[in-house]
């Protein structure tokens, strides 16, 4: 099974270093040419998308103790995914300087010249916005982490509470047998001295010896 992830894994990188070699060749294009290499950076990309679809099948058939070392690297690889669209899509309204110069000609006030620079600005927001958006994703992501763990510690406490709380009712009950014990002990101590104090009330010529083993008598 990891066989197959690790032919996709190489489908994918060769895939991805074409894409990335066409994304930087479409400023420098214009017209029909720009046009046919924008439709084959979609299409590969498209490509792309569906071989991580299928590394994720493979994912998920991986045994779960193994599982965690493919799932890190998919997530590297949307990420790739991620970064080669927002290049993509810069580079659609971008132009190189050989591409800007071939369009303003001499004249610097043109309606051209104004366009190019709104599709460049343009481009720089997008690249800003997006950056944003990555920043506000890692802080969230860094915030539910954050949550998470004071959930987890949380729960920790509350355990640890419970747990203290067996313990104290654990001693309160040893120590109520230990006082039943000696409460018994004592009880039996006096049961047996009754016992030795009669018997030797009844049979005055009664030595030692035979004192004990009436004593042990009486017990068993």
Same mark, same amino acid.
């Given at each position: 099974?990891?066989?197959?992830?690790?032919?996709?894994?190489?489908?994918?990188?060769?895939?991805?270093? *074409?894409?990335? %070699?066409?994304? !930087?060749?479409?400023?420098?294009?214009? !017209?029909?040419?720009?046009?046919?290499?924008?439709?084959?950076?979609?299409?590969?990309? *498209? /490509?792309?998308? /569906?071989?991580?679809?299928?590394?994720?099948?493979?994912?998920?058939?991986?045994?779960?103790?193994?599982? %965690?070392?493919?799932?890190?690297?998919?997530?590297?690889?949307?990420?790739?995914?991620?970064?080669?669209?927002?290049?993509?899509?810069?580079?659609?309204?971008?132009?190189?300087? /050989?591409?800007?110069?071939?369009?303003? !000609?001499?004249?610097?006030?043109?309606?051209?010249?104004?366009?190019?620079?709104?599709? @460049? @600005?343009?481009?720089?927001?997008?690249?800003?916005?997006?950056?944003?958006? =990555?920043?506000?994703?890692?802080?969230?992501? %860094?915030?539910?982490?954050?949550? *998470?763990?004071?959930?987890? %510690?949380? @729960?920790?406490? @509350?355990?640890?509470?419970?747990?203290?709380?067996?313990?104290?009712?654990? =001693?309160?009950?040893?120590?109520?047998?230990?006082?039943?014990?000696?409460?018994?002990?004592?009880?039996?101590?006096?049961?047996? =001295?009754?016992?030795?104090?009669?018997?030797?009330?009844?049979?005055?010529?009664?030595?030692?010896?035979?004192?004990?083993?009436? *004593?042990?008598?009486?017990?068993?």
């Amino acid at each position: 099974m990891s066989n197959d992830f690790e032919g996709y894994e190489q489908d994918f990188a060769v895939l991805t270093a *074409e894409i990335t %070699g066409r994304i !930087g060749k479409v400023p420098k294009l214009l !017209g029909d040419e720009k046009k046919q290499m924008v439709a084959n950076v979609e299409k590969q990309l *498209e /490509e792309a998308r /569906e071989l991580l679809e299928q590394m994720e099948l493979e994912v998920r058939e991986i045994p779960a103790q193994s599982r %965690g070392m493919y799932s890190s690297r998919m997530r590297s690889y949307k990420q790739e995914i991620g970064k080669l669209e927002a290049d993509f899509k810069r580079s659609r309204i971008a132009y190189s300087d /050989e591409v800007r110069n071939e369009l303003l !000609g001499d004249d610097g006030n043109s309606s051209e010249n104004q366009l190019i620079k709104l599709r @460049e @600005e343009r481009a720089h927001l997008l690249d800003n916005t997006e950056r944003l958006e =990555r920043s506000s994703r890692r802080l969230e992501a %860094g915030y539910q982490i954050a949550v *998470e763990t004071e959930q987890i %510690g949380q @729960e920790m406490l @509350e355990n640890l509470s419970q747990d203290r709380e067996k313990i104290q009712r654990s =001693r309160e009950r040893l120590r109520e047998t230990d006082a039943n014990l000696g409460k018994s002990s004592r009880i039996l101590t006096g049961m047996l =001295r009754r016992i030795t104090s009669g018997i030797l009330l009844q049979n005055p010529g009664v030595t030692s010896e035979e004192k004990t083993r009436k *004593e042990i008598k009486v017990c068993r």
